[in-house]
Nanobody, 122 residues
Framework: VQLQASGGGLVQAGDSLTLSCGASERIFSAYGRGWFRQAPEKEREFVGSFRWSGRTYVADSLKDRFTISGDDAKGTVYLQMNSLKPEDTAVYYC?????????????????WGRGTQVTVSS
């Protein structure tokens, strides 16, 4: 099973962008999906998560601009990013959430997929 993040691209500061996270097949052991990002020469950081129950959890520093949603029927989770800033430039990854609680620990996520590049120009 592999997750795939898509929808990245080059945008200008202030623009919006929506990323999607799909899977080659359903991961029945997962409670949802999470988003992480890694900027050049920085550690990967938690962005947010969505549980199939409907629960969302977004990093405090991003919750005023980023929204996470999901479509259980499609098995797809979305990351809506608004008012993008150059510092949002990063590779964005999605992963399966292995825990049925709010967590930002990488160890609580699995089935990491290839990321999608988001570049925000000033």
């Amino acid at each position: 099973v592999q997750l795939q993040a898509s929808g990245g691209g080059l945008v200008q500061a202030g623009d919006s962008l929506t990323l999607s996270c799909g899977a080659s097949e359903r991961i029945f052991s997962a409670y949802g999906r999470g988003w992480f990002r890694q900027a050049p020469e920085k550690e990967r950081e938690f962005v947010g998560s969505f549980r199939w129950s409907g629960r969302t959890y977004v990093a405090d520093s991003l919750k005023d601009r980023f929204t996470i949603s999901g479509d259980d029927a499609k098995g797809t989770v979305y990351l809506q990013m608004n008012s993008l800033k150059p510092e949002d430039t990063a590779v964005y990854y999605c992963a399966a959430l292995k825990r049925n609680w709010d967590t930002n620990r990488e160890a609580d996520f699995g089935f990491w997929g290839r990321g999608t590049q988001v570049t925000v120009s000033s």
